[in-house]
Structures are given as structure tokens and as C-alpha cells.
């Protein structure tokens, strides 16, 4: 099977592209580097693999890119930790739209003109912002009210657009939503600032990384938003990948949805108090609540069965596991300044 992946220079697509070229597939990417810049990959050279820095905002440089691919992964789009929602809360809106009807447009052609398309989107939890139902199964997305961030409605727009391109125009989709990825690759965004935790200047970034970061640069009280008391499904990036890839293999994830996240609920306090002693062990841990942000989702726990029964798929990457390898990383991309 061959894939274009757009947002290739990504996060998530660090785990994903090798996940899919080791299970024999051709990977094309396409990234504009605007969140990173230029990141190296050590899978660039990888004969089943080709990267284009290209806009995928632009329609006709995705027709070129999918029109002899059998699958799309859309993973291009805005996005960064919580403090994102507040700084760029049009821009998420506006840019991530741009994103989103380029890419179906795209599909759409593609799918009419040439071979047979299959478009894999990639949602998120933040969809179910707003629900009390918990664990949150797939479909509660439609019976809760909407997400209040704009993040979250674009992302929830998102799922529309699909079901939108599938009633129209018979696009086959599968909706895809990772709960709280944890994993290597996760740099210093180019259009972050750095914000004030304590005494501990941090750029816009996710909980696991701060957290680490504030640790390693010395901060003592350790400073967290609230009480610590947000629960949270810290998944591995590999877990993810695997399940991603499941979705775009298996027929059974035809014109449906999955939540992809480990089963395990883990609160903020406890990931901080985690992390500590990984890097501080025997010293007291001391804590500082700072004032949270609106966002700040108390409960994001989902509903993971679907995916178990449907497809087979479960995370199983315990949170110590993840830490084992993000921590090293992170001490070294600090040492070289990308952090």
C-alpha cells in the first residue's frame, strides 16, 4: 500500500512512518517545517520513503502527492499544548479549517479521478471537552455538547468534513483520536513563547515535557497547573502508531471511529510526582499550584473497548516505560539547546 502522510515532520508521524515502512508500505510526507523547522529523520534515506516540503493548504499539491496513493493519513494541522488555546485561538480555527478543506478536496478528487482513496483523519480527545460521560465511548462526541475551545470545534468539524465527503461524494474515511501522546521528538515549536512556571521560563509545549523540563533546570517547588487532580491516558507514540496503521489495514475500521489511548488514568499529580523521583529520588517533593487555564479539561478519559473488540488494538506501554525513554532524549535535546 502506498501512503501520503501530511504533517510527516510531526510528532506523531516520528512513529507512524516507521511503523508503516516496517510493515512494508511507501510512505510519501509532506510537511511545510512550519511548527519545527527542518527536523532530520532516520528514515529519510529509507528506499520506500519520500518527503516533499511542500503547503497543504494548497489543493493542487496534494492532487500531485495522493494521485497514486492508495491511503491519506491527515495529521497536518495547528497544534500544541493548552496554552495554545488561549494564544492562537483564531489562528487554530482558521489555519486548521484551511487545512482540512484543502486536504478533502484533494481526497475527494483523488478518489473520482484516480485510484481508490481511503482518507485516515486524525481527531482528538478534545472533541469529548465538554462531556460527563466516563469512560467516554466513540459516538458520545454527538450526544455531548460541543467543545468550548476552538481547538477541540475545528477538530470536531473535522469528523464532519468526513462523514461530509462520505455522504456526498462515497470518500471511504476512518476517524482516528489519540488520547495525550507521550513520546521522543517533541521539540520547541517555532512560533512558541516562552511563558513564566515558577521560575522556569517554558515555551507552549505539552504536560510531559514541561514537567520534565522544569525538573531538570532546577525548579524546586515544582510548579503545576491546579490541583493536579486533571486526569489524564498518557499513551506511547509506538502504541499509537501501531493502532493508526490497524486502522488503515483492517476493513472493519471502514467509515468509523476509534479512540486510540492506553486504558490506564493517570492524574497530573501523580505524573509529576512520577517524574521526580525518576530524576530527584530520595529528595521531598515539593509542590506549588499555579492558576490553571479555562481549558484545562479536568477528565479526558475514554472509552478504549471499541478498539480492542473491533480491531484487536490495545496500548500496553506503562507511563514508567514512556519516561524511560522520553527523559534521556529530553536531557540531551537540553543539553544542545532545542529545548
Not at 123 to 143: C, I, K, Y
Not at 213 to 235: D, F, S
Not at 299 to 316: I, M, Q, S, Y
Amino acid at each position: 500500500m502506498k501512503v501520503l502522510i501530511s504533517g510527516a515532520a510531526g510528532f506523531i508521524a516520528g512513529y507512524l512512518v516507521p511503523e508503516l515502512l516496517a510493515r512494508g508500505h511507501s510512505v510519501v510526507g509532506v510537511d511545510n517545517y512550519s511548527k519545527y523547522g527542518r527536523v532530520e529523520k532516520s528514515y529519510d534515506a529509507h528506499p520506500n520513503y519520500r518527503f516533499v516540503q511542500g503547503d497543504v493548504k494548497k489543493v493542487e499539491v496534494l492532487k500531485e502527492l495522493i494521485a497514486d496513493c492508495d491511503q491519506l493519513v491527515a495529521i497536518a494541522a495547528m497544534i500544541g499544548g493548552i496554552s495554545y488555546f488561549h494564544e492562537l485561538a483564531y489562528d487554530l480555527l482558521a489555519e486548521n479549517e484551511r487545512i482540512t478543506a484543502a486536504t478533502f478536496d484533494a481526497a475527494i478528487w483523488a478518489h473520482q479521478h484516480r485510484k481508490r482513496q481511503k482518507n485516515n483523519v486524525l481527531s482528538s480527545s478534545m472533541v469529548f471537552e465538554s462531556t460527563n460521560v466516563f469512560p467516554t465511548p466513540e459516538g458520545n462526541q454527538l450526544a455531548c455538547p460541543p467543545p468550548q475551545s476552538t481547538y477541540g470545534f475545528q477538530k470536531l468539524a473535522t469528523e464532519y468534513f468526513a462523514k461530509g465527503a462520505w455522504e456526498q461524494h462515497k470518500l471511504p474515511y476512518t476517524i482516528i483520536r489519540p488520547f495525550n501522546c507521550v513520546g521522543i521528538g517533541e521539540r520547541r515549536a517555532k512560533s512558541d513563547r516562552e511563558v513564566l512556571s515558577g521560575n522556569v521560563k517554558l515555551a507552549m509545549s505539552h504536560v510531559v515535557p514541561d514537567l520534565v523540563q522544569k525538573v531538570l533546570k532546577g525548579q524546586r517547588p515544582l510548579h503545576i497547573l491546579g490541583a493536579g487532580n486533571q486526569v489524564r491516558h498518557y499513551t506511547y507514540g509506538g502504541d499509537l502508531a501501531v493502532g493508526i496503521r490497524m486502522c488503515m489495514e483492517d476493513g472493519r475500521a471502514l467509515n468509523d471511529d476509534f479512540n486510540l489511548s492506553t486504558a490506564t488514568s493517570t492524574t497530573v499529580l501523580e505524573l509529576a510526582q512520577t517524574i521526580w523521583n525518576k530524576l530527584k529520588p530520595g529528595q521531598p517533593f515539593e509542590l506549588v499550584s499555579d492558576q490553571p487555564f479555562a481549558y484545562d479539561v479536568q477528565r479526558r478519559v475514554p472509552d478504549v473497548r471499541k478498539a480492542k473488540e473491533k480491531l484487536g488494538f490495545e496500548a500496553t506501554t506503562t507511563l514508567d516505560q514512556m519516561l524511560d525513554e522520553v527523559i534521556p532524549w529530553l536531557k540531551e535535546q537540553l543539553q544542545i539547546g532545542n529545548l
